[in-house]
């Protein structure tokens, strides 16, 4: 049975927003009330007894981005709104990929139960289809909000008159429930438990998230809220070391390190 008392965010004791210029003043403070998180002024990032955070979020080169202890000097992590390497620039760009032919030729809507750091999302946006995305994180939220505002702004979208998909805040298990429309695809992709080694290849961006949210346990119930709630499919991307989330899939596409398994629902075998 789903538990509707949300547990606080696992960030909470470990993640700050970091106020290092004055013209962000303004929404360095709505961010930290939003999340409920504290302030921090870059000069005191080094008074260890001022703060036990070592996470941070803050505003750098015009987007919000997610900084580590390594990342402090520089940089930071960001949603990506450039297309993948490889992935053809134009609008929309050719279904060719493991994930489209996992979601199907007719497959025109879809919900990214999962939206994460919005990647998988915006290459299916790219590809045409209609798309809504659903995250639970707040602060996944913060930072999926900036990247579709930043790509709301993008020449192409305007060149194309596209509306940057429709990002909804919640627990997909309860949202799925209430749609009015079946989508034909529901997509997840929840955080599995590493390999006992964790790969050299895991992704920075991965690890840190699973270090601030942890691992997605309910992965079950959500596949079942998603497959009671999907027009036609559900798919289900997987580490290649994790068996099938419920039970064998009706198709199974392989990618890097990674796979993608169908369940149909129904008779559906487009
Ligand atoms: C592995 S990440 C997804 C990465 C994403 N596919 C990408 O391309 O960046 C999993 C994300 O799903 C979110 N999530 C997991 N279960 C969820 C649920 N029941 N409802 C909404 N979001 C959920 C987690 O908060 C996390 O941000």
């Not at 209609?130 to 930072?143: N, Y």
């Not at 599995?192 to 309910?218: H, N, T, V, W, Y």
């Not at 199974?252 to 390190?257: H, S």
Request: neutral net charge; hydrophobic residues 35%; contains cysteine.
């Amino acid at each position: 049975m789903l538990n509707n008392t949300p547990s606080p965010p696992r960030y909470l004791g470990k993640l700050a927003v970091l106020y290092e210029h004055p013209e962000n003043i303004e929404k360095s403070q709505a961010l930290a009330q939003q999340l409920n998180i504290p302030l921090i002024n870059i000069t005191e990032l080094n008074e260890k007894d001022k703060h036990s955070e070592v996470f941070f979020l803050a505003w750098r080169d015009g987007c919000l981005r997610l900084i580590d202890q390594d990342l402090l000097k520089k940089g930071g992590l960001t949603v990506e709104i450039e297309p993948r390497p490889g992935e053809q620039r134009s609008w929309p760009a050719p279904k060719d990929s493991a994930l489209a032919k996992a979601l199907g030729r007719k497959t025109k809507s879809v919900i990214d139960a999962t939206t994460g750091w919005g990647q998988d999302s915006l290459h299916i946006f790219r590809m045409g289809y209609e798309l809504m995305c659903i995250e639970r994180s707040p602060l996944m939220i913060e930072l999926l909000k900036d990247g579709l505002q930043r790509l709301s702004q993008e020449t192409w979208i305007k060149n194309c008159a596209l509306s940057v998909p429709h990002l909804v805040a919640g627990n997909a298990i309860e949202l799925l429930n209430t749609l009015s429309t079946p989508p034909d695809a529901i997509y997840i992709d929840p955080m599995f438990p590493p390999k006992r080694k964790q790969s050299a290849l895991a992704k920075k961006s991965m690890m840190i998230l699973r270090e601030l949210l942890g691992d997605d346990d309910d992965k079950e119930q959500l596949f079942t809220a998603a497959f009671q709630a999907t027009g036609k499919r559900v798919v289900v991307k997987s580490p290649d070391y994790a068996p099938p989330l419920m039970g064998k899939p009706s198709h199974t596409f392989q990618g890097k390190l990674l796979r993608y398994d169908v369940y149909l629902k129904g008779d559906n075998h487009d």
